[in-house]
C-alpha cells in the first residue's frame, strides 16, 4: 500500500502556531509517527506540505498518476473555500481523506464548512494528530476490505 500524505498552508508551522489549538508536536514530530506506524504494517508514505494551493493540486493529480492507494490530506484553510482542490480530489481515482487537528466543527462558523469533504471518502476531525494515524488506520481497513 502506498499512501501520499499531503498538507497545506501554515502547518508547517506546527509547535509554533497556536499550540492551545495545535499542540506542540512538529510535522516532523507527525510525519515521524505514521512511518513508525506504516513500517510496521508494509505501508509506503510519502509527504508533502506546502502554502501554495497549486503545488497541493499538482501532488493530487501527482498521485493518481503514480497510483498511490490513498491520500491522507489536512487541506488547512483552503478547506473552507477552495473549489481548486475540491475539484482535484473530485478530478483523481484515489481515495481522499480529509485530516484536521482540531475540531472544525466547534471553531468559528467561517470555518466549519469544508468544501473539500463532499468529495472525500472520510473526515477526521478534532483529534489532535492523532487524526493521522486514523486515518492510516481506515485506510489498513479497506486494505483489508472494510467498506468506508
Known sequence: ???????????????????????????????????DIASE???????????????????IHEAADEKFDGIIFNPGAFTHYSIALR?????????VIEVHI?????????????VIAPVCIGQMSGFGTGGYELALQAFLLRRNGVKL
Open 1 to 35: 500500500m502506498k499512501l501520499l500524505v499531503l498538507n497545506g498552508p501554515n502547518l508547517n508551522r506546527l509547535g509554533k502556531r497556536e499550540v492551545g489549538i495545535y499542540g506542540v508536536e512538529t510535522l516532523a514530530d507527525v510525519e515521524q509517527h505514521l512511518i
Open 41 to 59: 504494517r508494509l505501508v509506503d508514505l510519502a509527504f508533502f506540505q506546502s502554502n501554495i494551493e497549486g503545488e497541493l493540486i499538482d501532488k
Open 87 to 95: 475539484d482535484a480530489v473530485a478530478a483523481v481515482d484515489v481515495p
Open 102 to 114: 482540531s475540531n472544525i466543527h466547534s471553531r468559528e462558523p467561517f470555518r466549519q464548512t469544508s
